[in-house]
């Protein structure tokens, strides 16, 4: 970059170029004003010559008119005899005498003198003729004046002064066309000098000003790349073969490599190909094709405003220049990325921290339960994988169920392992075992990595905890098997017909007490899910009521209904993610932001009835029927032939879910089904109502076995 345009660049004005330049406006100002003076001076004076020729021509022929006119009012005075028109005689003389001054005065040449005084001569000589005329005729010598109109000298001097006067009048003509030629040629060749002055000081300047224009435009460059390859950012063009324009700024360059301009943007941004690559480019191309400003916009929000390339996340802004280039702003905003991984993953250890804090007895019951699991099925694999059938059915409902338990204490890992497992178990149930990828030697079930995975939760809780939260028992002061034994002894010695009867009014007393010791309220275990239901909503950007539960209280035997307790998990998830909307579409039907899910529980001389009901938009009966026909469980004719109440019940069906694809809250189709297996472990039933835009209830009719009512 040349010196001056480092002072330019740095704000300080090149005077020599603005003193120049502003000469040079001076000289073509006053080289303009000057052409335009003398066009108008030009004009004016052609105008009056104009003027003057129109009155010289006009006074030529007024001193013809006026002298044939005296000649008629003597010839007329004559031929009539009537001496009054020697009066009109009189006034037109000295109007002839005016012109011939008139036209001296016009046109001063010694020619045109020389002919008005040969034109006064003969009409002085005409004049003393025709004054001797009207002088025989007031004496009535009417012949005489006649004869003397006619005669020669009359005649001959008539004759010469009309000659003369054509004579003049043809000079007059011949002087003023001489002259309108001069000024004419005289104001074209200014013109052209003008003309060709101001072309050559416009010439002059315009080059000027385009080299000025030139090294500005220079110098913007250098500073638009100097600020681009300073912005951390990466910019560069593509064409419509979507072919990377040589211009781009050096941060392209830290992103992609030294190698970018005419490499394929699709090929930068998706090196590995594939259908995200073609999908890519053909989506730059629709946007390149298309002229609606709104469907430009429409296909802008669906391309990629994220990838992960070359070890680097980046973030993606996109430009429509023209139809035949578009433009790419890149960042990369991977230590950000990094950083809010690295928050998030804070937020989910402490989170699931202070949920252990609330949970703790739940918390070490179900991790006892999962391990034992975990070594069961290690047991029963023995290094071969289950077939297809029953036992993988039954394998993917625990895995569900431990699943969406072990997300609702807010578990960090453990959910996200389990659900890599369900995906191989997904693919088993359809008779691809060997597609199944999930980690751990290509076993279905890989208990030892998902050991390893359930180990780093318990480390989130010993590094926060201590490692003594883990090894604390329940706070009890016996455990429950030895309560479960008590209870057991106690019920053999009532049903004994030898104890006293007034024994056995003690017995069932202290067997009550002992039943209370171990049991669970139902409401404290449902009330554990109100925090999971507001996690879930959080999630899916929905609001929620904080979970109500009413009614009776019932203690229940948690060796009996921990499982259908745990299996309720995917009532409430199922409540949240299909049923309550989002804030907007529930105002669009009348209904408050925020939704409801509501727990009943009510004693029956049978058992108890537990309610869950949920005020969304109620179940999808057509998609549900599309669904069904989908898995080929029914054919068309047998949905046709189901009512409503049917319909409804096959929610609980293996493999059946309205979710449009799966994720780790929902689509896998198994929660219900692991739902209807823990109830009819119990022996008791299932019914669900629902109705459009009102809601859904699933009601729980469970027997009175193992549980209390206080």
């Known amino acids: 970059m040349s010196s001056n345009a480092k002072d330019n660049v740095q704000g300080r004005p090149d005077t020599s170029t603005r003193s120049w330049f502003a000469v040079s406006i001076a000289i073509t100002v006053l080289l303009v004003g000057f052409l335009l003076w003398h066009l108008v001076y030009s004009y004016q004076l052609m105008v009056s010559f104009r003027e003057r020729e129109f009155v010289i021509e006009r006074s030529s022929w007024q001193l013809l008119l006026y002298a044939e006119s005296m000649q008629m009012y003597a010839l007329v005075a004559t031929t009539s005899g009537d001496i009054n028109w020697e009066r009109n005689y009189l006034e037109t003389r000295p109007q002839l005498e005016n012109v011939l001054q008139k036209i001296q005065e016009l046109m001063p040449s010694q020619e045109v003198e020389k002919i008005v005084e040969e034109i006064n001569e003969?009409?002085?000589?005409?004049?003393?003729?025709?004054?001797?005329?009207?002088?025989?005729?007031?004496?009535g010598e009417k012949r005489e004046a006649y004869n003397l109109?006619?005669?020669?000298?009359y005649t001959k001097n008539r004759m010469d002064f009309s000659d003369r006067t054509r004579d003049l009048t043809e000079l007059i003509q011949k002087r003023l066309q001489e002259r309108t030629a001069y000024d004419t040629t005289r104001l074209a060749v200014l013109l052209v000098l003008g003309g060709l002055g101001v072309l050559v000081l416009s010439w002059v300047v315009t080059l000027r000003i385009w080299r000025m224009q030139v090294r500005k435009k220079q110098e913007a460059e250098e500073n638009i790349s100097l600020l681009l390859n300073n912005s951390g950012q990466g910019f560069m063009l593509a064409d419509e073969n979507l072919l990377v324009d040589p211009n781009y700024s050096l941060e392209c360059e830290n992103i992609f490599g030294p190698r970018v301009a005419g490499n394929s943007l699709p090929d930068l941004l998706y090196p590995e190909g594939g259908y995200d690559r073609e999908h890519f480019a053909g989506s730059l191309r629709m946007l390149m094709q298309e002229e609606d400003d709104f469907i430009q916009d429409n296909i802008i929000s669906l391309l990629p405003e994220q990838l992960y390339v070359n070890h680097k996340y980046l973030k993606l802004q996109y430009r429509l220049i023209s139809s035949t280039q578009i433009m790419l702003?890149?960042?990369?905003i991977t230590e950000k990325v990094l950083l809010e991984k690295e928050i998030q993953e804070?937020?989910?250890?402490?989170?699931?921290?202070?949920?252990?804090?609330?949970n703790k007895n739940?918390?070490?019951?179900?991790?006892?339960?999962?391990?034992?699991?975990?070594?069961?099925?290690?047991?029963?694999?023995?290094?071969d994988k289950p077939s297809t059938g029953p036992e993988i059915d039954q394998l993917f409902r625990k895995v569900h169920t431990f699943k969406g338990v072990f997300m609702q204490y807010e578990m960090p890992y453990t959910p996200e392992a389990l659900h890599s497992v369900e995906q191989g178990l997904a693919e088993a149930a359809r008779g691809r075992v060997e597609a199944c990828s999930t980690p751990g030697s290509g076993e279905l079930l890989p208990g030892q990595w998902l050991l390893q995975v359930l180990s780093r939760d318990k480390q989130v809780l010993v590094d926060s905890l201590g490692k003594g939260f883990l090894d604390s028992a329940r706070e009890v002061s016996v455990s429950e098997d030895s309560l479960a034994g008590m209870e057991s002894k106690a019920q053999e010695l009532l049903e004994s017909h030898a104890v006293p009867e007034q024994v056995q009014q003690g017995l069932s007393q202290l067997l009550y007490s002992l039943k209370k010791l171990r049991y669970k309220?139902?409401?404290?275990?449902?009330?554990?899910?109100?925090?999971?239901?507001q996690q879930m909503a959080d999630r899916s950007g929905k609001l929620l009521h904080p979970l109500h539960i009413q009614g009776d209280d019932i203690y229940f035997d948690p060796r009996v209904f921990n499982p259908f307790i745990k299996s309720l998990v995917h009532v409430f998830r199922n409540a949240v993610a299909h049923g309550i909307e989002d804030p907007e579409e529930r105002l669009e039907k009348g209904k408050p932001e925020s939704g409801q899910i509501q727990c009943r529980i009510e004693n029956t001389p049978e058992g108890f009835v537990l309610s869950i009901s949920d005020d969304g938009s109620g179940v999808d009966l057509e998609g549900l029927r599309e669904k069904l026909r989908e898995s080929g469980a029914y054919s068309l004719e047998e949905l046709g032939l189901m009512d409503e109440k049917e319909l409804l019940m096959q929610i609980f069906t293996p493999g059946v879910s309205t979710a449009a694809e799966a994720d780790k809250c929902r689509g896998r189709g198994v929660g219900m089904d692991a739902v209807s297996a823990a109830v009819e472990a119990?022996?008791?039933?299932?019914?669900?109502?629902?109705?459009a835009d009102l809601g859904t209830e699933v009601v729980f009719y469970l027997p009175g076995q193992g549980f209390l009512k206080i």
């Open 122 to 139: 003969h009409l002085t000589v005409i004049n003393e003729l025709e004054e001797e005329v009207f002088s025989l005729l007031k004496r």
């Open 149 to 153: 109109l006619s005669g020669w000298e």
């Open 329 to 332: 702003i890149i960042t990369d």
């Open 346 to 358: 804070e937020h989910k250890r402490l989170s699931f921290v202070v949920s252990a804090l609330e």
């Open 362 to 383: 739940d918390l070490l019951e179900t991790l006892r339960e999962y391990e034992n699991f975990l070594e069961e099925s290690r047991k029963q694999q023995k290094g």
């Open 521 to 533: 309220s139902l409401q404290l275990s449902l009330g554990k899910y109100a925090r999971f239901v």
């Open 682 to 691: 119990l022996g008791g039933s299932i019914e669900v109502k629902s109705a």
